[in-house]
């Protein structure tokens, strides 16, 4: 079945750091991906997606390339802020498979804390 | 535009009880998802609306939980006899139209359910 695998945390770095979470999935045929963030005491929020191989999606100086070869959708930043402190949730959607279900199937999620 | 409203935001019950959670959400969003997040944990989903119609319930363990959509606006999901291991956060989503591309799941702030 479909299935999102994320490295673990915590993840800890200093403000202006660069930042990978490696994400990598299993599923059939071309999933929608996407990275969810959740800020303490927020629900979950969409930080980005990518529809289609080498797709790469783009939010407030996050990316993340749809690598179908290495069946993966790594999320990235050149330069953390105190700010980008919350969990990342990496996930995928069936709903480019023609399904009309479009449910997610989410990883862990990765704690990150910036430090000042 | 208003988001996925939920509440309770938190609920202490002891096992055996009942406990009842609320979600409306975002008007015109013909989609419902209820999600579980168990700590240290990714999302799971629980029960799939479209309309006032179940369009997927293969996760929802039924001796237990139960949820409706009467009027295919707000949904109430429901634990009846809660158990230790349903503590979790309870997520609502919605989208516009499940399926295509371009669509995004809204989420809610979760309720936060806690069984002893």
């Known amino acids: 079945g479909d299935s999102v695998t994320q490295m673990e945390g915590p993840v800890t770095l200093s403000e202006e750091a660069f930042l990978t979470i490696n994400c990598t999935y299993t599923?059939?045929?071309?999933?929608?991906l996407f990275w969810y963030v959740q800020y303490p005491g927020e629900g979950l929020q969409l930080l980005l997606k990518?529809?289609?191989?080498?797709d790469k999606g783009s939010n407030k100086g996050f990316e993340a390339t749809y690598r179908k070869e290495t069946t993966s959708f790594h999320l990235e930043k050149g330069s953390v802020q105190v700010s980008d402190s919350a969990v990342y949730f990496c996930?995928?959607?069936?709903?480019?498979?023609?399904?009309?279900?479009?449910?997610?199937?989410f990883g862990r999620g990765t704690q990150l804390t910036v430090w000042p | 535009e208003a988001g996925v409203a939920q509440s309770p935001r938190y609920k202490i019950i002891e096992k055996r009880q009942s406990v009842a959670f609320w979600c409306n959400p975002i008007s015109g969003h013909a989609t419902l998802y209820w999600y579980q997040q168990i700590l240290g944990q990714g999302p799971k989903l629980l029960i799939q609306?479209?309309?006032?119609?179940?369009?997927?319930d293969s996760q929802l363990p039924k001796d237990r939980f139960s949820a409706e959509r009467l009027k295919g606006v707000d949904s109430t999901l429901k634990i009846q006899p809660a158990k230790l291991e349903d503590s979790a956060v309870y997520l609502c989503?919605?989208?516009?139209?499940?399926?295509?591309?371009?669509?995004?799941?809204?989420f809610g702030p979760g309720t936060r359910l806690l069984v002893l």
């Open positions: 990518a529809t289609k191989a080498d």
């Open positions: 989503a919605s989208t516009l139209q499940a399926g295509g591309n371009q669509e995004t799941q809204y």
């Open positions: 609306f479209q309309n006032n119609g179940v369009v997927d």
């Open positions: 599923a059939t045929g071309y999933p929608s």
């Open positions: 996930a995928l959607s069936d709903q480019n498979r023609g399904s009309t279900l479009g449910r997610l199937y």
